[in-house]
């Protein structure tokens, strides 16, 4: 579960921290220090499993060398010290003309980034190590093959020449060879392509290719760490809150060959189901092929199965290894490895990213094989990912119109309109509010804005393995890859399949979970609760302090969040009951009436109509709290916008049109969000808030005489100033006088906090209010004075900065947001120690939220249905982390 | 001066407190306990100045009877003890139907309420008690006068019953009579008024007139404490912003007769002229009249010039209590006092109202006079009434259409559209944003809430002392009194005078300071510094220790400002340059760019035109600070709204007029106070703040070089996060970079803080900001979530039910904005102790307000160039009442 790490800065006298570890110098534990890949590979030294040596760079030097632009004191000899050491342990030394030493170097962050960040394999070939090489190996091919890597690798990375430049050439040399993958080239095409790619650096930079291994070394370093701040790194920090700050270390190993022919290879692997979380290894791998070739999907990779046959030895030693971490990292892991000559060789283990599905039942699974202990089982999953699990999915009786079938590649259901780059998926989502399926022949890290923001993924190339796949996996998305069926043809966003065109902006719909792909929109069904994820939830339920309700404005919603496992209602919003077709006439006829008289008539045609509302919400809730809120929104909401509505509204009211189109001008706002909305509106309409609480009241009375245990929690909306809770206390107190006799149940007045002066002034409104529910989207928008519906102007700008590492909307924020909030909690319960405190609204269901609610000392969130259960994760996996505390 | 005081709220277990004091028991320190008029008839009876004797129920018993509804336990028997004592002190007893005594009753508050609550005189008149009266005086049309007034007040005050019943019967004798002011009346007449009086109260009430004086007695302390709670009494609380728990006391005291004849009459008078501060006994009286007759305006009373003449030894008994009483208050006195048969008696004494103009020459003569110190002198200022002196006067040259002329009420100019109704008034004002002046017959404490806003008043009958003219001197505002020779219609809602006829909504101007009544608006001049306000400043600089700036956006206003004495310019926003018809033209262009290079192009033509301006502002503030604020509002701003206008547009541009229209639309924002503006333009359009900061730069440069001191400071608009401010700094840092060898000036750079998340985030914008200034408007509207621009809709209703005190946008709230800023200097200074932070905008201007700033420590004020004066006093008053400390 990934979490925002702050590593404390680099203090800037500090001048005697280490530089570098040789991987039998560290451990697991070191992961600050050592990056995820450094600390693991000191870690399988230490299992003793097949590990090529190597050693690895701090992050403390790349905090240095961002900070300072150059090395700290004593790095380089440092860094010829481990140098030396390596050559010794091979046998070989670096830059050696008859026995040379070829090393990758490779990035590896304290905090997960997949592809963010660059390798360099085959580090210290020239011209003439080549020779060594090639005398040594007696294998053309392969020493061709692993020096025009380098160069291409060398020269997009280190050299910042784009990939597509190499790749150009290549493509015009398998065009000559009639060559389709890389593997049917000869090795003069290879020796070819080395040139050719020479040629490339020299036209692109201007100089040769660095010949000097040293020199090669140090840039490949530099590039190391300053790609921690190429763009995609920043996109992927920012999506997942990881800090700047980190920095990444830097891996120097020995190279291993998986290119060295048919008994050699690459492969990657999970050692359980990452998309299922069967307890089944699984994984692909490639023969003749090293480094990225099986994530880039650049052929088809085998699976492990059929390694079993192919290579049953190394297929025996990779199933000890993974029996050998399992048992020792206790969790799935995600592992890299190469074949050279029939030997296996480890080059990477971390804990495996999974779906929601996969986590549950590892977790599930671990717990039962005695692996682990509840707690860790559910602090591992990502609460976010649970998402999944509760996404709806295609109703499988619906008739479907499959136009394709990839790759199963990220479970569930999604459907959007197709557009072919990430950046129109970002714009159409943020400035169109549309919902997207991204198209691509694959995807790849600069993608990354794009996917975060579309439905789903479908991709015409690619393995389960696949960035896409990844990718997908991680975010809880939908995706289908290596669709080979379709042929995209960005340029014209258009995909082909057969006898059909998809254009840009036509609707598909992605089945994940079957690989399936289907023309227009398919309806959905809710997802089912696995029995693996009742048991997490039956665990979390053990260990949460944090009471979860949910955000139900109808029977209907509220039975969905009982059965979810909420405990309540936190939020009934009373005016989405008014926008019902039937309803909403009597709504404006109300609002439109020239006095008083007029809109008690239009409100006593409502009170029944809200009555029944609240007695089906008070069934459907029986012996739980159902919290109301009052009218919110300003009148002119529920007038209609279009001149046609206006005038058929004209004529049903029989009211003259001009006059009603000056009454909606009367009724416009400024800003209506901080406009006449809320508890000015029952301060000013009294009898609409009257209507609403005597439909509260009676539907509590007959709904007790049913038997139903009724808890009504009657909630004023924007309170600013004590004057105003006190205003309309006062008159829901003398409602209730009025049915004193007939009220025998329980209920509670306060208010909802979504304005800082409420936050500010809690101490005067305590004692006026039985409880407090923060409206975090409103406290939001007035903190930061941002109002979401124009925000998309400069949104993407602000995240693409880095400005923000998120839309505030999307989760509380903590230095701002958070603050007013823990000001509210403490003011609030210095004068009413007891004071129940809540959360209402969007980010009552983020994970991150949660567990800060649990912290400033919430008694309950209250979220949409489907995020109760995530909301149960999160707030046990809160209060496991306040226990270690 | 004003305070809000708020005595510590009664203990309800208390019930040992003291409930009425003889006048001779208090003094005029006791004011919380025994209210202001009980303390100075007190002290006046200390002084051995006539006084007829009587006591005070104290405040303690109005708090205890307004929360218990019921008086304390022992007060009828402690009332009883004090009527007894008075009686043996007069020799006449209460009820008696041989030597009756009568008293009045009056409240009197703590805080000065003029008109606000109410009196009763010549109680324990009854059927029996005025035979005894008439047998022992044999004063008929005296005994008649006296009952038919009690009969009136009871009435009215305490039974409820409007004023107009009795009038209108009095006039139905005047009518019959032929008489037109009540001294005409015959005792018959009046006889007969006693009479309809008492069948007015049976017709009313149901019930006899209460004859029994112990009951009266009882109902009538009742009555005054009740009045606390009336409409007006708590609108002139709200105003003036006490509190509602201080209560009031009542006075009882022994009754003297101004209604005795001729040689007996009743007057009030100030010690010095309250309209320009004179040295010069000021006042009116009238012959054979009794209590409000003289303020009510019922007939012209004559001046005390005419009084030396007429009663030549009560006026040197007059002039020697003006000399007591000034010598021993060492302030001017508003007092009044009845004359029974040639028989100076005093009934109330208390430190005059004035204009600012009178504030001022009181405060410097007394200073002189060695009778105050300047601490003393300054603190008793009322800051606010200084704006009189600065306010705008009609050209003396201007010609001019005088339709009438009244009396020179309170000085000033007005002018504005005729209402007649204080309801009319209350309503252009507020929600058509109107100027109104409320013309009115005579006005009366229900019409506060519309004297408050109007620009000025006008009313046809009522003299110097009337409450028109009392209240507009308080409140510093423009008053043309008794003007005769209009006839009011507000009926008809028009006024006619001679064959002019003027309507609501007709534009009239005010010269409060001759009683011209003007048509049309009048062209207006400044008004000139007088060299008594300049004493008083230049005292107030030695006090002060905030600094004063101006909000000044041309080298005019800067000017201005500086005369006045602004220390710097605190917020110069740089957008009000764009809207100048040759600019906005080019702003447009700007806009409506399609790409950056059209907007560079735009730009360039533009950069010449601030520089300009800003060289001219550095020229007329050489030496002293200036803030310029970089763009601010949103963009659609300055797009025309008009369809004209847009084709007209288009025409210049050469656009299509429907592009045009599509263009404005996509800039169209839901909220605009919450969207794209302030640094988010700055951020996603940085050539804009790029070309403002180069103008500033090149402008410093170029006036530099001419000898000018300059000092700018840039200031960022609308951060709400660190990485914003970061963002832009570093750009203008990169410009100043650019310019660093012409720079010889020193400049700064800093950040408003005007949402309430940069004040939560202080601690984390400090290190990028040289310094923060306050903007209290945006950040009043977000902290309130309340929109200036809708706030119309229902600002009135939540005055008017109490639920603000004022419109917040007036001055800074304390207990929510103010904390919020108490947070910000907090956090900013615990990482840069010595950060510069200053206030703008309309609240830097506001007395209390700036007295608040002084209190939490910011570094200067800034505000309108008029309002400098004002906050140069205030700040030395907050600053004095600091030391006192």
């Known amino acids: 579960m990934p979490h925002a790490r702050n590593s404390a800065p680099l203090k800037k006298t500090e001048k005697g921290f280490r530089s570098i570890y040789a991987f039998d110098e560290g451990n697991k534990e070191m992961n600050d220090l050592l990056g995820g890949k450094g600390a693991n590979l000191a870690e399988m030294s230490i299992l003793k499993l097949p590990v090529p040596p190597g050693f690895t760079i701090t992050t403390n030097v790349c905090r240095y060398y961002l900070e300072h632009k150059k090395y700290p004191k004593g790095f380089e000899a440092d860094l010829q010290k481990h140098m030396k050491k390596l050559e010794k342990l091979i046998g070989k030394k670096f830059g050696d003309r008859e026995n040379p030493l070829l090393v990758s170097v490779r990035s590896g962050a304290p905090v997960s980034m997949p592809g963010m960040m660059d390798t360099i394999l085959n580090l210290g070939l020239n011209d003439a190590t080549l020779k060594a090489l090639l005398a040594k190996t007696g294998n053309e091919r392969f020493c061709y093959d692993s020096y025009r890597r380098f160069v291409n690798m060398f020269g997009n990375v280190v ?239 619906a008739p479907k119109h499959v136009i394709a079938k990839g790759l199963p590649a990220s479970p569930g259901a999604a459907c959007g309109k197709v557009v072919f780059s990430a950046d129109d998926a970002f714009d159409w989502v943020t400035n169109r509010k549309e919902k997207v399926i991204l198209v691509r022949k694959e995807t790849s890290p600069e993608d990354i804005h794009g996917m975060h923001v579309a439905e789903g993924i479908l991709t015409s190339t690619g393995g389960a393995t696949s960035h896409a796949a990844v990718v997908c996996r991680g975010m809880g998305k939908c995706c289908v890859a290596g669709c080979a069926d379709i042929m995209v043809d960005a340029k014209n966003k258009r995909f082909i399949v057969g006898h059909t065109v998809v254009y840009e902006g036509d609707t598909i719909t992605l089945n994940g979970t079957t690989g399936e792909v289907m023309l227009g929109s398919m309806p959905m069904v809710k997802a089912g609760m696995s029995e693996d994820f009742e048991t997490v939830l039956s ?219 409420a936050c500010l002034t809690a101490d005067e409104l305590a004692p006026e209010a039985d409880f407090f529910s923060f409206g975090t989207n409103d406290l939001t928008q007035t903190t930061f004075g941002l109002s979401r519906d124009d925000s998309g102007k400069f949104m993407n700008e602000y995240i693409s900065r880095n400005i923000w590492e998120r839309d505030p909307a999307a989760g509380i924020d903590e230095h701002g947001v958070g603050k007013l909030m823990k000001i509210c909690i403490e003011l609030g319960r210095s004068v009413k120690p007891k004071l129940e405190i809540g959360i209402c609204g969007e980010q009552g269901g983020d994970p991150a939220s949660v567990q800060f609610c649990h912290k400033i000392g919430l008694d309950y969130v209250s979220c949409s249905p489907y995020r109760v259960p995530i909301a149960r994760v999160a707030a046990a996996q809160a209060a496991i982390m306040d226990m270690k505390k």
């Open 539 to 757: 665990w979390a339920d053990q260990f949460r302090k944090l009471t979860v309700r949910t955000n139900a404005d109808t029977p209907y919603d509220a039975e969905v969040g009982r059965k979810f496992g909420a405990e309540g209602i936190g939020l009934c919003r009373t005016e989405h009951m008014f926008f019902e077709e039937a309803r909403i006439k009597v709504v404006r006829e109300m609002i439109l009436s020239k006095d008083l008289e007029g809109r008690q008539r239009a409100l006593r045609k409502l009170l029944p109509m809200q009555r029944k509302d609240f007695i089906g919400i008070f069934k459907a809730m029986n012996g739980l709290p159902v919290t109301i809120r009052l009218l919110d929104p300003p009148l002119h909401e529920f007038l209609p916008q279009k001149d046609s509505q206006l005038e058929e509204l004209a004529r049903d009211l029989m009211m003259d049109i001009e006059e009603l189109k000056r009454f909606k001008d009367s009724l416009h706002e400024v800003n209506p969000m901080l406009g006449h909305r809320g508890c000015r509106l029952g301060i000013t309409y009294p009898e609409i808030y009257e209507m609403q609480v005597q439909a509260i009241l009676e539907a509590g009375i007959q709904a007790s005489r049913a038997g139903i245990e009724v808890l009504p929690e009657i909630e004023v909306p924007l309170v600013g100033h004590v004057e105003e809770l006190r205003a309309v206390r006062q008159m829901i107190t003398t409602m209730i006088n009025h049915y004193a006799e007939d009220i025998t149940f329980k209920y509670k007045i306060g208010t909802m906090i979504e304005l800082p002066r």
């Open 159 to 397: 050299l910042d020449i784009p990939h597509e430049d190499f790749e150009e050439e290549l493509d015009a040399i398998k065009h000559h060879r009639g060559a389709t993958v890389d593997t049917e080239l000869t090795t003069e095409d290879l020796q070819l392509a080395v040139k050719k790619f020479k040629e490339v650096v020299r036209r692109k930079t201007g100089h040769e290719f660095p010949e000097d291994p040293e020199k090669q070394l140090l840039l490949a370093i530099h590039a190391v760490f300053n790609s921690w701040n190429n763009d995609r790194a920043i996109t992927y920090r920012r999506i997942h809150n990881f800090s700047d700050k980190i920095g990444t270390a830097v891996n120097v190993q020995a190279m291993v060959f998986g290119n060295m022919g048919n008994t050699s290879g690459t492969g990657v692997a999970f050692t359980r189901n990452p998309s299922n979380g069967e307890k089944r290894f699984y994984g692909e791998f490639m023969i003749n092929a090293q480094g990225e070739d099986v994530v880039a999907g650049i052929r088809t990779p085998q699976t492990l199965d059929e390694m079993k046959d192919v290579m049953p030895d190394v297929f025996a030693d990779l199933v000890e290894v993974r029996e050998i971490l399992e048992k020792h990292y206790r969790d799935m892991q995600d592992i890299e490895f190469t074949i050279q000559e029939g030997k296996l060789y480890m080059l990477q283990t971390r804990s495996g990213k999974r779906t929601g599905r996969a986590a549950v039942k590892i977790a599930v699974d671990m717990v039962n094989e005695k692996l682990i202990t509840k707690k860790e089982a559910l602090v591992r999953i990502d609460a976010s990912s649970l998402n999944q699990l509760l996404h709806s999915d295609i109703d499988p009786k």
